[in-house]
């Protein structure tokens, strides 16, 4: 699921820096260089990481996990091309996104400290 849904980003991304580089209109570089930095890279390093941790993968926190990393990230990116484009309801909507986003790496955090579920 991570790896799945970051290459899509990526995609989204690049398309993303193609047109603006087409347009030579750069407003949005911030936007473009968040989708691929914490949508592409950072979902994809945790996907190889629950890929090499098998147990923590099946963990129910993995999951959670993964809709709070992704709900930031949809949150975050609208809120910043918003607010990039100067509508003022983008940064707190930014805010928002932002502050989910730091949870779902803070429970990443946590599913790499804990002790790994027993299989016994
Ligand atoms: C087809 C692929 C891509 C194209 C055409 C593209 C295009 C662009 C363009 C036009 C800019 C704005 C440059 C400027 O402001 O002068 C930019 C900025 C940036 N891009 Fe990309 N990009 C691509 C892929 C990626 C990927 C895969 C990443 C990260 C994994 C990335 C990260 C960034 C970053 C960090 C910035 C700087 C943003 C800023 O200055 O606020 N780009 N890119």
């Known amino acids: 699921m991570f790896i ?22 750069f407003t949005l570089a911030p936007a473009h ?38 709900i930031g990230l949809w949150i975050m990116i609208p809120g910043l091309v918003l607010t990039l484009k100067g509508l003022p309801p983008g940064e707190r909507i930014v805010i928002l996104g932002s502050l989910i986003t730091l949870i779902g790496m803070v429970l990443f955090a946590v599913s790499i400290f804990r002790p790994v579920p027993s299989t016994r």
């Open 33 to 70: 260089a968040h989708l691929n930095l914490i949508g592409w890279v950072s979902l994809a390093l945790m996907g190889f990481y629950y890929n090499a941790n098998p147990a923590k993968a099946a963990s129910r926190l993995a999951l959670i996990q993964f809709w709070v990393s992704t």
């Open 4 to 25: 799945g849904t970051a290459v899509i980003y990526v995609i989204v991304g690049m398309i993303g820096g193609i047109m603006m580089g087409a347009k030579q209109d």
